[in-house]
């Protein structure tokens, strides 16, 4: 191990959704800024080895790293704070846990030992806790973990975190988010919830160093002295964290409470001078004072649980502060559009942005958007399954093709304009088999795209089985759709474009992975503006 790493554990109570993830990507945001190398973790304590095979109304997002991880869409969270790319490493699930034990023990590396949740469980656990910070890479690692202390799930994990207290001494500090309702009917914020939090991570091991109390009122400075005196932190350990505007607003409301010299304090770091936070001040001014407004329609067949599309509202986030501009998302359900109405759900808005997403369901209602947004000159995002949805539209409605279709929604098709990748026709397993993580693709010069990236060649996360179809990409071009971006290794398209339409854009990756609060997503902006430009027209 390395001794120069420093580990912070974030672990929550009395509720689940509190926002340890927003916590632990701001307190890394401050250290960052004070110049520190900082990475942070995810330990999920549900049995699936990724949540890539999880529903979104299950889990929300499934983010997607660099190097093809399937992961919590906290991940996400994380490298839009830090402009820091995360990995495999950095989220790690039961699942995967009890399957490496499980294979050792079957390869028989225990040699013969009964294998038990303490040690070997545990051992795995803080192995893994600790590979970041051995890699020499980081000085400071931050771990999360999933779901609230009294958990069964969290159990292994919270005694991972006890043990490596007592390994690691002075390089640890333990922070546990809690929540001080308000009960209307008194008047009064309430201790007792956190109390009880505190003593039941108590129970299994851990004191907590610093608490962090999500509450929609101010804590008074008698809560904060009520609260450290019965949880045995010091009064400067108790943070407060209210209800903010935007999530990027939290750093800066932890740095008024200076608890990034408490964290540093504790674990024996240096606090000179203050963190250099310039650049995200000037973002979070653009954000909370645009000067004008857009209307975008995100249409998807999940929006019930706005967090499937984390990502992509972030994305629209950082490209309307990129461009002084709000942008109000109008969450549309794919399921309800029809050809009869599509035209009323859709009027007025300034953009339409295509969503990605599996399966049939409102997929014909997808095609409808993708139909009025090019008739209309609306500007137009469409991401995986959207950008399907555009070749699809355009092979029925412009190539004369009403039978087109993707091989996944009708796999009878006659024209199979978006087929079935040739080497996942083989694949019966749907966890981690997907086209995963970052891949190359090579800009067609003269292409709008080329001309916002700036560049010839970019890398871009991909999250699919079924590709575009080349067998109909010379009719399709001739027709006025072309090829803006071509894999290099396969010669699948990943862009397509209408050099006759205002902004239309369709992409088989997920641009809106990489976009981050210092480098919005070059595609994003565009569309951004594109809608503000087509608002004014």
């Known amino acids: ?79 839009r704070f830090l402009n820091r790319p995360t990995s495999q490493a950095n989220n790690v699930t039961t699942g995967r846990i009890y399957q490496h034990v499980i294979d050792k023990e079957r390869r028989g590396d225990y040699l ?18 600790q590979m970041l910070g051995q890699s020499g890479e980081y000085e400071i690692v931050i771990t999360e973990i999933g779901g609230t202390v009294g958990d069964i799930e969290a159990l292994p994990y919270i005694e991972s975190v006890r043990q490596l207290r007592w390994e690691l001494g002075r390089n640890c500090v333990s922070i546990h988010l809690t929540l ?55 009064p400067d350990s108790v943070i407060e964290s209210l209800d903010a505007k935007t999530i990027y607003e939290v750093p800066q409301l932890l740095l008024a409470q200076n608890m990034d ?15 250099d936070m310039g650049r995200w001040s000037d973002f979070l001014n653009r954000l909370v004072n645009p000067t004008s407004t857009v209307e975008i329609g995100l249409i998807g067949k999940y929006v019930e649980l706005k967090d499937s599309y984390k990502s992509i509202s972030e994305a629209l986030i950082h490209a309307g502060a990129e461009n002084h501009s709000k942008v109000e998302i109008r969450w549309i359900h794919s399921e309800d559009l029809t050809p009869s109405n599509a035209s009323k759900a859709l009027a007025g808005l300034h953009g339409v942005l295509v969503a990605p997403g599996f399966g049939s369901r409102g997929f014909e209602g ?12 609306i500007p137009f995002l469409g991401i995986c399954f959207g950008m399907q949805a555009s070749v699809i539209e355009y092979a029925r409605h412009v190539l004369h093709l009403p039978e087109a279709n993707s091989s996944e929604v009708d796999p009878t098709t006659k024209h199979p304009v978006i087929d079935l990748m040739e080497e996942q026709k083989k694949v019966t397993e749907k966890g981690g088999t997907m086209r995963l993580g970052a891949c190359d ?10 001309g916002l990236y700036g560049r010839s060649s970019i890398a871009e996360r991909h999250r699919h089985r079924f590709e575009f179809n080349n067998a109909y990409l010379a009719d399709l071009e001739a027709a006025g759709m072309i090829a803006a971006g071509i894999n290099p290794e396969t010669g699948l398209v990943e862009i397509v474009e209408i ?16 976009s981050t609060v210092a480098n919005p997503h070059p595609l994003f902006v565009a569309f951004v503006a594109a809608a503000m430009t087509h608002k004014t027209h």
């Open 112 to 129: 013969g030992k009964t294998v038990q949740v303490i040690p070997h469980i545990t051992d795995e656990i803080k192995r893994r806790m």
């Open 261 to 275: 010299e408490v964290v540093l304090n504790k674990l024996g770091l240096p606090t000179t001078g203050s963190p």
């Open 180 to 234: 001080v309702p308000f009960l209307k009917a008194t008047g009064e914020l309430k201790t007792k919830p956190t109390q009880h939090s505190v003593k039941m991570l108590q129970e299994s091991g851990v004191q907590p160093d610093i608490l962090v109390c999500r509450s929609e009122h101010s804590l008074s400075d008698e809560i904060k002295r009520k609260l450290a005196l019965f949880c045995n932190v010091t």
């Open 499 to 514: 050099p006759s339409h205002p902004w239309f854009v369709g992409v088989q990756f997920h641009p809106e992975y990489k």
């Open 1 to 79: 191990m390395a001794s120069s790493t420093k580990y912070i554990f974030v672990t929550g109570g009395v509720t689940s959704s509190l926002g340890k993830g927003i916590v632990a990507s701001s307190l890394a945001n401050l250290l960052q800024a004070r110049g520190f190398s900082v990475t942070i973790q995810k330990f999920d304590p549900y049995i699936n080895i990724d949540p890539g095979t999880l529903n979104p109304y299950e889990h929300g997002e499934c983010y997607v790293t660099d190097d093809g991880a399937e992961t919590d869409l906290d991940l996400g969270h994380y490298e």
């Open 441 to 450: 693709c090579n800009l067609t010069e003269g292409s709008l795209s080329r």
């Open 366 to 377: 997808k095609i409808e958007a993708v139909r009025i947004a090019r008739e209309d000159g």
